[in-house]
């Protein structure tokens, strides 16, 4: 598996239909990647021979189960910075009008078993009800089925949360930087965050650290909401010290329209948390939007996750 092959297969992850040879020699120079329409062709050859993509006919490619699992475990050092990368992005990329609550928001998607529907909408009701979620606004859909760029597998249910990303978005439209550094567990004490348990940088990651966490099941959302006490997944950014006036107005107005997701805003050059923040910033707290996801797989029903999955219209999410 060299680069360009690589490139490639992320390529044709990004869509659901058949892909030709031109539109990806097209796509590879965003990768930096010049290549002709027949050096793409010799590449997707090969591609093919190893089943890591399906050819039809003239109409071009499409990557397989295969390939996508490729493209998760190979080229990790590549990888290093990616989640940060795809969090800028997709920050920029966030539409929502706190005014009309219309406009694209980011979201997590996650499935779990359709036998385990009934235990699962239980286990979610008292999260939903919680602080400790970004919004009470959620999406289902049944396997076959598709959640923005997601499609739904089989025998499973998916479900789509709202990203902490959103707020990175939201704070960027209103002119405030935010930087991400750190996915965590915050330990909540008689309802008032405490202190950080566990940390991974967003940088020096290849993955999403909350993902990490729930598999490790290294929350307890599902005591917490059973009493004041328990650990929940939560965010560490930053924001210049000048913005911090405007950082918290923000914050109400996006709390007042259901969107809830900032826990705390530090002092300046003060850590937050047991965290420091550079000179001239000041520590911000967002809850994990996988929250809800935790409480499932701290219950022992599996799910698979994918943080940032897909952008979304607001305002075609269901209050849950």
Do not use: W
């Amino acid at each position: 598996m060299n680069n360009t092959m690589f490139s490639i297969l992320r390529i044709l992850d990004k869509h659901t239909d058949i892909v030709g040879s031109k539109e990806i020699s097209n796509q590879l120079k965003m990768h930096g990647v010049d290549l002709t329409e027949r050096t793409v062709r010799y590449h997707l050859k090969i591609l093919d021979e190893r089943g890591l993509t399906e050819v039809f006919g003239k109409e071009g490619r499409r990557i397989t189960d295969k390939g996508r699992s490729e493209i998760q475990h190979s080229h990790v050092s590549q990888k290093l910075g990616f989640v940060i990368s795809k969090i800028e992005s997709l920050s920029y990329l966030t539409t929502i009008n706190l005014d009309t609550l219309k406009g694209d928001v980011i979201l997590n998607i996650s499935f779990f078993p359709e036998e385990e529907q009934k235990n699962v909408m239980r286990l979610l009701k008292p999260v939903f009800s919680s602080p400790y979620v970004m919004s009470d606004r959620i999406i289902f859909a049944r396997g076959g089925g598709r959640i923005g760029d997601v499609m739904i597998p089989k025998g499973k249910i998916g479900i789509g949360t709202v990203c902490s990303v959103t707020i990175n978005g939201i704070f960027l439209k209103a002119g405030i930087p935010v930087n991400s550094k750190f996915g965590g567990v915050v330990e909540i004490i008689n309802g008032k965050p405490v202190r950080f348990v566990s940390l991974i940088s967003y940088e020096g990651s290849s993955l999403d650290p909350l993902e990490i966490f729930i598999k490790s099941r290294m929350t307890d959302v599902t005591g917490l909401t059973k009493g004041n006490s328990g650990r929940i997944l939560a965010s560490f950014r930053e924001i210049p010290l000048v913005c911090v006036d405007a950082a918290r107005k923000l914050t109400e107005t996006m709390a007042a329209r259901g969107i809830k997701g900032v826990i705390l805003i530090g002092s300046p050059n003060k850590p937050l948390l047991e965290i420091a923040v550079g000179i001239d910033k000041v520590g911000m707290v967002i809850v994990g939007g996988l929250n809800p996801v935790a409480a499932i797989e701290e219950s022992g029903i599996s799910t698979e996750n994918s943080a940032m999955s897909t952008l979304y219209e607001y305002s075609k999410l269901t209050p849950f």
